[in-house]
Each structure stands twice: as structure tokens, then as C-alpha cells.
């Protein structure tokens, strides 16, 4: 490609970007919009609103209570209208008797229980908190997933597009070599075969995405199909270094962890508030109150006093609630125990499936170059009648699976990151920042080499298509190292 027509068709790529940027959905957008719109999510921020209400009726219970009381009776016989007011004087009576008043209690001694209640609903309410950061970890990393595996698809769609192409022409080769007499019938029918396979491939490809976008669509709270996914450009997150560092951290950061301590915490409460319902309760009470017979004529009257309450014998209730109370406890202790060990090795697994992805990645990488070269090497035997069309269709699904491996290992540490990051407690919807887009000739060499690459697959005209020098100078041989995600690298790009 000459220098003038490669910038063009730079600047028609940078233009045609710039134009579609608003129109694309990137992954930071899709994490940022499903934690705002997920009805699960919503669903989890209402009971955390709930519990936030409970908190101030544990506060309340130990504020005085005042009721208006009012009621209106009438008697068969004469009645008392109002106490005795004065030593020798009777009070009025009379059959129809109308009271009302004001009536205040206020608790003084409960046994703990208000304390307890109020420190209960704290601790409720923490546990709802960190149950709604446990789920949206498990969202966004729902998310990550679901994005790439719609990214893959969509990359895999695009190199079966050149298969296919590829397969084609090769297709044309071979019937006009057929027409001449120096092909056989044989190699026509295997290359149909693998041509349909191709087109089979595609169609399951394409449903793949279509199915994925669609799942997207539903963990983004959406109902209508998604806007076109960008590519990955991202930076890469923050990650520790080793296997103990990122224990360390899920250990004092993992949402249901910290939510087992506060149900822990809220356990020891339940206890307290038990027993407290076996110790002596103090109230203050007071009462003023107007009363009026038939005539209306009010009497006035009020009264102040401490009421005690003791429990004596309840069939040993209360004493199977702490029982209970206490079980709950060494539960809580059981369950996290158990979340510790499971931690650890979700952990460890997280970060082994980081490191082999990378590997993988690399040998993919490798694996994709041989075969590509195997192509190369088969194209001209086969075009200088010395192997067979099985040799050369072998090496053509050779480069496929490669492509396919290499495709499906550069979006695995993306997911291998995101599931790390859940692992330790820090996904976040920031946590795969928007990069900086690269140089024009950055673009122009990464065109150059998916022509070359996929340029009609299997050399159209009966020549090589190999990568021009100018593109493989420019594009640096894609590794492991170079992807996001791996510690000393901090910053590259997907």
C-alpha cells in the first residue's frame, strides 16, 4: 500500500471513529450503567434504604411515647365521672361518660435491650450494605464476561468473513484447475466440505453474539437490544504481584466476608436482647385527662408513676431464646470460617487462571505465526503440485484454530482479571479505565497486517500474502507481556 492511499484510509478510520464514539457502548460505560439500572441491584439498594429506616426505630425506642387517648362510654347505671377531687365532697356521675387525654411512657431500664436493638439494626443495616456490594461484584464481573464473550464472537465473525472468502476463491482456483485438467474432482469436494463447515461456523458464531448481547442487554437493565460494543480499550487494573498479596487484600476487603462479620456482630446482640428479656423493666409513666359526663362539664385529672415489671414464669421461653441467640453466634463463626477457606482458594484460583491465560496468550501467539507460516509453506507446495489439496485445507484449519485459540486467550485475561479483582473485593465499574487511543500509524499498521493476514486466507492469485515490512516493523509481536493486566506492565493497552 502506497504512503498517500494508506493515510487516507487512516484518517477515513480516525474520522469514522470519532463519529461512532457516542454511539458505542465501551465496557467502563456497560459496568457503570449496569450497577445503575440492574433490578437486582435496585432490588438490593431498597433493603439497604429499609434498613437504614430500622435503624431509626431503634433509635426511637428509647425516646418518651406519647399517645392521645380518647373514647366515649355509656353505662347502664350511673357511673363515676371523675375520682374524688376533694375529702367530703362526691363526684358527679352519670351514665354517659366521655374522657380524653395525653398518656407518656418512657423507658428507663429494659435489661440492654434498647441498647442491644439499636446496635442490631447497625449492624443489619452493614450487612445489607456489604451483601449489595457482594452482588454488584458478582454483576460486574457478569458483565466483563458477557462483553468480551460478545467481543470474541464478534472478532471470530470477522476472521471466518475471510475464511470463508478465502475458501472461495480457493473454490474458483480449483474449478478452473478442474476445467484444465490438472485438479481432481476430489480436491473440489474435500474444499466444499471445509467451505461448508466455514459457513457453518459462522452461523453459529453469529448466534453466539447475538446471544451474548442479548444476556448483556438483560444485565444491563435494558430490555431493547444494545448499542455496537467497542473494541477493548482499556488500561490494565491494579493487581497484586503474588498469590499471598491478593489474599491479604480479599481478607480485608470481600463484601460477604465483612457482611459474615456484621451478622456475627448482629448475632451477639440477638443474644443480649434474649437475656435481656429476663431482667426487670422500668418505665415511667404519666397521664393527664379530662373527663365530662352527659352536660359536657370537663373535670380535669393527671397521674405520675414508675410501672416494674418482672418476669416470674413464662415455660422457659426466654430461656430457650437465648439458647437459640447463642446457637445463631457459633453459626456465624462456622460460616465464617468456612467463607475464609473459601476465599483462599477462590484466590488462588483466580490468580493461577491470570497466569495461565497469559501463557496461554504467548503460546497461542506463537502457535498462530507457525501455522500461518504452515499456510504460507503449503500455498506454494500445492501451487507447485508438490502436496495435496489435504495438506493444504489441514494447514488452512490449522491457521483457523490457531486464530481461534489466540482470539479466545487475549479476551480470557480480561475475564481472568475481572475475576482476581472480584476475588480480592475491588471490581468496581472504574475498574477497566478508558485508554488513550493510538498514533494513525498504529492504526494504519494494525490494518495492514489483518489484510495481509486474512487477504483472501489462501493466496488469491496463486501468490503469497504476506505481511508487508513496513507493517511488522511498526506492529510488535502481541504477547502475554503486552496485555493489560500484568503487573510490570501497568497502563498497556488491550
Not at 166 to 184: S, V
Not at 187 to 214: F, N, P
Not at 421 to 426: D, F, T
Request: net charge neutral; aromatic share 4%.
Amino acid at each position: 500500500m502506497k504512503p498517500v492511499p494508506r493515510m487516507l484510509l487512516a484518517l477515513v478510520l480516525l474520522g469514522g471513529s470519532a463519529a461512532h464514539a457516542a454511539d458505542t457502548l465501551s465496557l467502563p460505560q456497560a459496568l457503570s450503567r449496569a450497577v445503575e439500572a440492574n433490578p437486582a441491584i435496585l432490588q438490593q439498594q431498597t433493603e439497604v434504604e429499609k434498613q437504614s429506616l430500622e435503624q431509626g426505630v431503634a433509635r426511637s425506642q428509647r425516646l418518651p411515647r406519647v399517645d392521645l387517648n380518647a373514647d366515649y362510654t355509656r353505662y347502664a347505671y350511673s357511673t363515676l365521672i371523675t375520682p374524688i377531687r376533694s375529702p367530703g365532697v362526691f363526684p358527679p356521675m352519670d351514665r354517659d361518660v366521655a374522657n380524653i387525654g395525653l398518656a407518656l411512657s418512657l423507658p428507663l431500664y429494659s435489661g440492654g435491650k434498647l441498647v442491644a436493638g439499636e446496635a442490631l439494626a447497625t449492624h443489619n443495616r452493614e450487612a445489607a450494605v456489604q451483601s449489595l456490594r457482594a452482588s454488584e461484584q458478582d454483576l460486574l464481573f457478569n458483565v466483563v464476561a458477557t462483553y468480551t464473550k460478545a467481543l470474541h464472537f464478534r472478532e471470530l465473525g470477522k476472521v471466518l468473513d475471510a475464511r470463508i472468502k478465502a475458501l472461495q476463491q480457493q473454490e474458483k482456483d480449483i474449478t478452473l484447475r478442474l476445467e484444465q485438467g490438472r485438479a481432481a474432482r476430489l480436491d473440489l469436494i474435500r474444499l466444499q466440505t471445509q467451505l461448508s463447515q466455514a459457513r457453518y461456523d459462522k452461523v453459529s458464531v453469529t448466534q453466539g453474539e447475538a446471544d451474548a448481547r442479548t444476556l448483556l442487554a438483560a444485565l444491563l437493565g435494558e430490555t431493547g437490544p444494545v448499542a455496537p460494543l467497542a473494541d477493548l480499550d482499556a488500561t490494565a487494573p491494579a493487581l497484586p504481584e503474588t498469590a499471598d498479596a491478593a489474599l491479604a487484600r480479599a481478607l480485608a476487603q470481600r463484601p460477604d466476608l465483612r457482611r459474615l462479620d456484621a451478622m456475627g456482630l448482629a448475632a451477639e446482640q440477638k443474644t443480649a436482647i434474649a437475656r435481656g428479656e429476663r431482667l426487670p423493666q422500668v418505665n415511667l409513666t404519666a397521664k393527664a385527662q379530662e373527663s365530662s359526663g352527659g352536660d359536657w362539664t370537663g373535670y380535669e385529672d393527671w397521674n405520675l408513676g414508675l410501672r416494674l415489671t418482672l418476669p416470674v414464669f413464662d415455660g422457659d421461653i426466654r430461656k430457650h431464646r437465648v439458647e437459640q441467640a447463642t446457637l445463631e453466634q457459633r453459626q456465624m463463626r462456622l460460616q465464617r470460617d468456612d467463607a475464609h477457606n473459601r476465599i483462599a482458594s477462590e484466590v488462588e484460583q483466580a490468580f493461577g487462571a491470570l497466569t495461565e491465560s497469559r501463557a496461554r496468550l504467548d503460546f497461542a501467539t506463537q502457535g498462530e505465526a507457525e501455522a500461518r507460516e504452515a499456510l504460507r509453506i503449503e500455498t506454494l507446495r500445492y501451487h507447485n503440485g508438490e502436496s495435496t489439496i489435504t495438506d493444504l485445507l489441514g494447514a488452512e484449519a490449522a491457521l483457523w484454530s490457531a486464530t481461534a485459540n489466540r482470539l479466545q486467550a487475549g479476551y480470557d485475561i480480561t475475564v481472568s482479571q475481572a475475576r482476581l479483582l472480584r476475588a480480592m473485593g475491588k471490581l468496581a465499574p472504574d475498574s477497566f479505565k478508558s485508554a488513550a487511543a493510538g498514533d494513525v500509524s498504529a492504526v494504519v499498521a494494525h490494518l495492514e497486517q489483518y489484510l495481509a493476514w486474512h487477504r483472501c486466507g489462501l493466496a488469491c492469485d496463486g501468490t503469497d500474502a504476506e505481511i508487508p515490512a513496513s507493517a511488522a516493523a511498526r506492529q510488535p509481536r502481541r504477547i502475554a507481556a503486552d496485555h493489560p493486566g500484568r503487573p510490570l506492565q501497568q497502563g498497556a493497552k488491550l
